[in-house]
């Protein structure tokens, strides 16, 4: 075998990180990031920047980018109504150092997105990071929030006042690793119409 072909045969598919995700309103992303910021203040830990905070929905990791038109028409295979979230309160994870936003009560438009999406990129082939899990929608706000400096009972998460994240869309995103962390570039969106039934 020649070296030319060799040289073929072990290079590798150009691959991208991606995953599907809700994307909040500039004044929800504003009101977010600030709750990250005094939270990062009181406890420690990497604050999320606001222009990167989302909802992830499906995780699929790197995938082929040959393959990315495939993601994009699973994904406009699912529908739903336009739909709000009411985040509500902090939580933390001790397991992986993070601190989170979330629901207090479940969104039942939410889940049936989130399954919905599942299902369409598993009948397409796709592998979803976390499959056999259940879906726990949260908002990573901090990362990294040391031990010693963690939530705790002496520590305790503050109330938060309860805002409105209304959704229209959901979108697919390509994750690159820099030197400030992950940057977040939207590659498609795909609209949640009035009349269209998950």
């Known amino acids: 075998m020649s ?5 073929q045969k072990q290079a590798k598919p150009a691959t991208a990180r991606v995953f ?3 994307w909040p309103a500039p004044e929800v992303a504003e009101r977010l990031g ?3 910021h005094d939270s990062a203040l009181s406890f420690g830990g990497r604050a999320t920047r606001r222009d990167t905070i989302h909802l992830t929905l499906a995780f699929l990791g790197n995938v082929p980018e040959a393959r990315l038109p495939e993601l994009s028409i699973a994904a406009a295979k699912v529908g739903g109504e336009p739909f709000a979230i009411n985040v509500d309160q902090l939580g933390f994870w001790s397991h992986n150092h993070l601190l989170w936003a979330g629901c207090r009560l479940p969104s039942p438009a939410l889940d049936a997105l989130s399954s919905q999406l599942r299902k369409a990129l598993a009948r397409a082939g796709f592998r979803v990071g976390g499959e056999g899990r259940d879906f726990v929608p949260h908002i990573t ?3 990294r929030v040391p031990e010693a400096t963690a939530p ?3 520590r305790p998460l503050q109330p938060i006042e309860p805002l409105t994240w209304r959704n229209e869309r959901f979108v697919l995103v390509r994750s690159t690793l ?3 962390g992950s940057s977040y570039r939207i590659i498609d969106e ?3 119409r ?3 039934s998950l």
């Open 152 to 154: 705790s009972e002496s």
């Open 34 to 36: 600030d709750i990250a």
């Open 3 to 7: 070296a030319e072909r060799r040289n």
């Open 194 to 196: 009035a009349g269209l």
């Open 141 to 143: 706000l901090v990362r």
């Open 178 to 180: 820099t030197e400030l």
């Open 190 to 192: 795909f609209p949640l």
């Open 20 to 22: 599907f995700a809700l």
